[in-house]
């Protein structure tokens, strides 16, 4: 079946710093993939629609500016938290749809637990 | 902005009894879907009911819907402790595209 991989699976980073997370489509290709905020306990919300060869779409309240997002080819997309702050710790989780699944559903990554210190 | 409700919001049951966890939506939606989240871990898809379907049954699940109440729900059957996870159900709205609108969650406890 379709497989989204995550990396890294955790992150610590001092107050200041940028960190990249990698998403990665490893059996089939993906135009799209998203970006998902989850806090603990709570449910996932969606930060935004990565669009390969295209600027990422931004749900309302997103920074777009401190979350950057990269997709550069159809199995790879990036998020990049810029001058994280403690408040940015989150587990954040991609997921891409392979559309040749006969399910229909949603691969997730296993997703990064961010945590700015 | 969440587009569900889930009720309830955590249920602990004995292996062996059912779990059944609703979930309400607010707009028109194309389907819904059904996930399972290991505590700190990514999610698993369950099981997609289109919006012209009532019911749908894969092993011990099943899922009902009811788009005239705009509501769902997700039927487990003779639980296992190893169904301890957090249940979302999810839905791709009519007209919005490819994105998934995750609902609040339930947080399902089987104990032995």
């Known amino acids: 079946g379709a497989v989204v991989s995550q990396h890294p699976s955790w992150v610590i980073c001092k107050s200041g710093t940028s960190v990249k997370i990698e998403c990665r489509s490893l059996?089939?290709?993906?135009?799209?993939m998203f970006w998902y905020r989850q806090f603990p306990k709570q449910s996932l919300m969606l930060m935004a629609t990565?669009?390969?060869?295209?600027?990422?779409?931004?749900e309302q309240g997103v920074e777009k500016d401190k979350f950057l997002i990269n997709h550069a080819s159809l199995t790879l997309s990036t998020l990049t938290v810029t001058s994280a702050h403690p408040e940015d710790s989150s587990f954040y989780i991609c997921?891409?749809?392979?559309?040749?699944?006969?399910?229909?559903?949603?691969?997730f990554g296993s997703g990064t637990r961010l945590t700015v210190v | 902005s969440q587009q569900g409700e889930e009720d309830p919001q955590a249920l602990s049951i004995q292996e062996g009894e059912n779990a059944t966890m609703n979930c309400s939506y607010k707009?028109?939606?194309?389907?819904l879907q059904w996930y399972r989240q290991n505590s700190g871990r990514g999610l698993v898809h369950l099981i997609l009911?289109?919006?012209?379907?009532r019911e749908k049954h894969s092993g011990r699940l099943r899922v009902t819907l009811d788009t005239s109440k705009k509501s769902s729900s997700l039927l487990i059957t003779a639980s296992r402790a190893a169904d301890t996870a957090s249940y979302f159900c999810?839905?791709?709205?009519?007209?919005?595209?490819?994105?998934?609108?995750f609902g609040t969650g339930t947080q399902l406890k089987v104990e032995l």
């Open positions: 997921s891409a749809r392979d559309w040749t699944g006969s399910q229909n559903g949603y691969t």
């Open positions: 059996d089939f290709q993906a135009t799209t």
């Open positions: 990565s669009n390969e060869g295209s600027k990422a779409t931004y």
């Open positions: 707009t028109s939606i194309n389907n």
């Open positions: 009911i289109r919006s012209n379907e």
């Open positions: 999810a839905t791709v709205l009519t007209g919005g595209g490819n994105k998934l609108t």
